[in-house]
């Protein structure tokens, strides 16, 4: 069968009349790429309301990490469903919620003993971060990235430093939080170049930071995404991490990883940090764990976890639908080798994206791992002029002609669609793309 099949030109009367309804009743807080409205999905693909079938490339923003409708991921959920909802484990205690730390202890990038805490969201899973980092440090601040996005509540908002209207109006955030630069190797901050500037960013922050005003002995934590995701699908330079953590432990400062978007496979690792053989103190998981139904975790090496009963719980965190989930999407992964298509299709992907880059004057850079890859978007190559207005125009015409596509940054069209995803439909997306990229190029 193929796909992508466009009955009706995006948005059609149904959604229309949807969105229409969302206007009157919802929060206008919430920011859409484009008015698709689903009505169903299976596989790779999403039915729109209209009847339009378009082939998935964000997953749900990254979320629906083993497609749509998986049948193991179904049976799972329907049979916990079968014999209980909810049983809060703030209080009490049931199976596989414990089974599911174990299993998670398994593959979490650290070695030794591990703890898990659940939430319902990577933003609640971040904020566990800060409060067991203050907790087991006794430290009060932190360090995080510019571009980086770690979430909405006002602890994660306070570390996200992504797009000002994230933050706008919500000061005084909270105190303490230093932002330095990402290793952004294409835009590099200091105007060096990669091969030969030595982590010039790892060491402004020992010159700078610690040694100008920041007492390095009161950092609870520096947390970094292994690739940044709402930043622009950055992706750091193979020396960065292994000098960073140097520095971090020559002060005892813990290392988290924010691994909400680039975890559970979608580098071709388990989690992306892995990639630079580097063991962090802290790794925060969402989206992708449960593949749709709400689950969070922080998870750290046990002696971290060393607070008291009280001191932090979750009434709804580890819900064992979730749990039942979350078991079902490890081992859909393991039993179907989803690392391995991440890192084939990704890496498919990434080639034929690198391909166009030659022949296409407004691609700038291609970068990614696995299936977790991004394409700057830029006016002028030697310039290097962001593109943002036309990044958008893009990304509306692949919708418009069955692609779901979103964009990330200002500036970078992000491929991320669900670790089942097939050769078959990898190319006409792909085709999709470079016809919408030529057409702004025309224009």
Same mark, same amino acid.
């Given at each position: 069968?193929?796909?992508?099949? &466009? %009955?009706?030109?995006?948005?059609?009367?149904k959604a229309k009349a949807?969105?229409?309804?969302?206007?009157?009743?919802?929060? +206008?807080?919430?920011?859409?790429?484009?008015?698709?409205?689903?009505?169903?999905?299976?596989?790779?693909?999403?039915?729109?309301?209209?009847?339009?079938?378009?082939?998935?490339?964000?997953?749900?923003?990254?979320?629906?990490?083993?497609?749509?409708?998986?049948?193991?991921?179904?049976?799972?959920?329907?049979?916990?469903?079968?014999?209980?909802?909810?049983?809060?484990?703030?209080?009490?205690?049931?199976?596989?919620?414990?089974?599911?730390?174990?299993?998670?202890?398994?593959?979490?990038?650290?070695?030794?003993?591990?703890?898990?805490?659940?939430?319902?969201?990577?933003?609640?899973?971040?904020?566990?971060?800060? %409060?067991?980092?203050?907790?087991?440090?006794?430290?009060?601040?932190?360090?995080?990235?510019?571009?980086?996005?770690?979430?909405?509540?006002?602890?994660?908002?306070?570390l996200t430093a992504s797009? $000002?209207?994230?933050?706008?109006?919500?000061?005084?955030?909270?105190?303490?939080?230093?932002?330095?630069?990402?290793?952004?190797?294409?835009?590099?901050?200091?105007?060096?170049?990669?091969?030969?500037?030595? =982590?010039?960013?790892?060491?402004?922050?020992?010159?700078?930071?610690?040694?100008?005003?920041? $007492?390095?002995?009161?950092?609870? =934590?520096? &947390?970094?995404?292994?690739?940044?995701?709402?930043?622009?699908?950055?992706?750091?330079?193979?020396?960065?991490? +292994?000098?960073?953590?140097?520095?971090?432990?020559?002060?005892?400062?813990?290392?988290?990883?924010?691994?909400?978007?680039?975890?559970?496979?979608?580098?071709?690792?388990?989690?992306?940090?892995?990639?630079?053989?580097?063991? +962090?103190?802290?790794?925060?998981?969402? %989206?992708?764990?449960?593949?749709?139904?709400?689950?969070?975790?922080?998870?750290?090496?046990?002696?971290?976890?060393?607070?008291?009963?009280?001191?932090?719980?979750?009434?709804?965190?580890?819900? $064992?639908?979730?749990?039942?989930?979350?078991?079902?999407?490890?081992?859909?992964?393991?039993?179907?080798?989803?690392?391995?298509?991440?890192?084939?299709?990704?890496?498919?992907?990434?080639?034929?994206?690198?391909?166009? =880059?030659?022949?296409?004057?407004?691609?700038?850079?291609?970068?990614?791992?696995?299936?977790?890859?991004?394409?700057?978007?830029?006016?002028?190559?030697?310039?290097?002029?962001?593109?943002?207005?036309?990044?958008?125009?893009?990304?509306?015409?692949?919708?418009?002609?069955?692609?779901?596509?979103?964009?990330?940054?200002?500036?970078?069209?992000?491929?991320? +669609?669900?670790?089942?995803?097939?050769?078959?439909?990898?190319?006409?997306?792909?085709?999709?793309?470079?016809?919408?990229?030529?057409?702004?190029?025309?224009?």
């Amino acid at each position: 069968m193929t796909y992508p099949k &466009i %009955k009706v030109t995006p948005p059609g009367p149904k959604a229309k009349a949807i969105v229409d309804r969302d206007a009157a009743v919802i929060s +206008p807080s919430f920011g859409r790429a484009y008015p698709l409205v689903v009505e169903s999905a299976e596989g790779n693909i999403v039915r729109d309301v209209d009847g339009n079938e378009f082939i998935d490339m964000n997953a749900g923003l990254a979320v629906c990490s083993v497609g749509h409708g998986h049948p193991k991921l179904k049976e799972a959920i329907k049979d916990q469903v079968d014999k209980f909802i909810h049983y809060s484990y703030t209080d009490f205690y049931y199976d596989n919620y414990v089974e599911l730390g174990e299993e998670l202890a398994k593959i979490l990038p650290m070695g030794g003993d591990k703890k898990v805490f659940y939430g319902n969201s990577g933003a609640e899973a971040i904020e566990a971060a800060m %409060k067991v980092s203050r907790w087991h440090t006794g430290r009060q601040g932190y360090i995080a990235y510019i571009g980086s996005f770690h979430g909405r509540t006002l602890g994660a908002v306070s570390l996200t430093a992504s797009k $000002p209207y994230q933050r706008r109006r919500f000061a005084p955030l909270i105190p303490g939080v230093e932002h330095v630069f990402y290793p952004y190797c294409y835009r590099c901050p200091f105007n060096l170049d990669c091969d030969s500037c030595d =982590m010039a960013c790892v060491d402004y922050i020992d010159d700078h930071l610690f040694h100008k005003y920041v $007492p390095p002995e009161e950092v609870a =934590m520096l &947390i970094a995404e292994p690739i940044q995701g709402e930043g622009g699908y950055v992706v750091p330079p193979d020396a960065y991490f +292994p000098k960073l953590k140097k520095l971090l432990d020559e002060h005892g400062i813990l290392f988290a990883v924010d691994e909400v978007q680039s975890g559970v496979g979608r580098t071709g690792k388990w989690f992306a940090i892995e990639h630079w053989g580097v063991e +962090p103190d802290i790794v925060c998981v969402a %989206k992708g764990i449960a593949a749709g139904m709400p689950l969070g975790v922080m998870a750290s090496k046990a002696e971290i976890q060393d607070w008291t009963p009280g001191s932090h719980a979750s009434t709804f965190g580890g819900n $064992p639908v979730s749990c039942a989930a979350a078991l079902s999407v490890l081992d859909i992964i393991k039993t179907e080798d989803l690392l391995k298509n991440a890192e084939v299709e990704g890496g498919y992907i990434k080639k034929r994206l690198e391909e166009m =880059m030659e022949v296409h004057p407004m691609i700038g850079d291609v970068r990614g791992k696995g299936l977790m890859v991004g394409v700057e978007v830029v006016k002028d190559k030697d310039s290097k002029e962001v593109a943002s207005k036309e990044t958008e125009e893009i990304m509306m015409d692949c919708f418009r002609n069955g692609l779901a596509i979103v964009n990330c940054g200002v500036n970078v069209i992000r491929w991320m +669609p669900p670790l089942t995803i097939t050769r078959d439909l990898i190319d006409p997306s792909l085709e999709i793309f470079e016809k919408a990229l030529s057409k702004i190029e025309a224009a």
